[in-house]
Nanobody, 116 residues
């Protein structure tokens, strides 16, 4: 089992920044890629960004150039730096970890609200 604990959400004005953190614990040696997803009210959960153990990253088109995903392997933590936030970035953000056998683990989610 893998446990994921997110932190760093909150209410900010458009144009400001936030950094989300996701601390992993448990059988972390079996984790491959980690990432962030988000779900806005009335919408499906969508991919925001992913990062592999080697540091290869991928982003949704809507956040490219504004968001940066990174990981600190020594701390078993993944970060999402969000700059130039827009009201449409408002959502619950979920941390995700993919097990080597393909299982997915999710955090409890953290609310990000961007006011215009």
């Amino acid at each position: 089992q893998v446990q994921l604990a997110e932190s760093g959400g909150g209410l900010v004005q458009a144009g400001r920044s936030l950094r989300l953190s996701c601390a992993a614990s448990g059988n972390i040696f079996s984790i491959n890629a980690m990432g962030w997803y988000r779900q806005a009210p009335g919408k499906q959960r969508e991919l925001v960004a992913t990062i592999t153990p080697g540091g290869t990253t991928d982003y949704a088109d809507s956040v490219k150039g504004r968001f940066t995903i990174s990981r600190d392997n020594a701390k078993d933590t993944v970060y999402l730096q969000m700059n130039s936030l827009k009201p449409e970035d408002t959502a619950v953000y979920y941390c995700n970890a993919v097990h080597a056998l393909g299982y997915r683990f999710w955090g409890q989610g953290t609310q990000v609200t961007v006011s215009s």
